[in-house]
C-alpha cells in the first residue's frame, strides 16, 4: 500500500510525507507489517512539534 501522510506542524508548517506499507499475512492475520517512509522528513517534523512542548513527538518507540 502507498499513501501520503499531511499534517500542519505547531509551528504553522506544513508536513508531507509519502509511506510505503507492506503487509504479510499468515492465515488470515498479520505476521509482519513494514512501514517505508522518509524518516529525516519525519525527525525534522517530530523536532518542531517537540519544541512547541508536544513530549510524546520525543517518546521511546513502541517495540514488541
Known amino acids: 500500500v502507498q499513501f501520503q501522510v499531511s499534517a500542519t506542524l ?3 508548517q506544513l508536513y ?3 509511506v510505503a506499507q507492506f503487509i504479510r ?3 488470515g492475520q498479520i505476521a ?3 512501514l ?3 524518516t529525516q522528513k519525519l525527525a525534522a517534523a ?3 512539534q ?3 512542548g508536544v513530549s ?3 517518546a521511546a518507540p513502541i517495540a514488541g
Open 56 to 58: 510524546e513527538a520525543k
Open 16 to 18: 508531507t510525507n509519502e
Open 10 to 12: 505547531k509551528n504553522g
Open 25 to 27: 499475512l499468515k492465515w
Open 32 to 34: 509482519q507489517m513494514r
Open 46 to 48: 517530530l523536532d518542531v
Open 50 to 52: 517537540s519544541a512547541a
Open 36 to 38: 517505508y517512509e522518509d
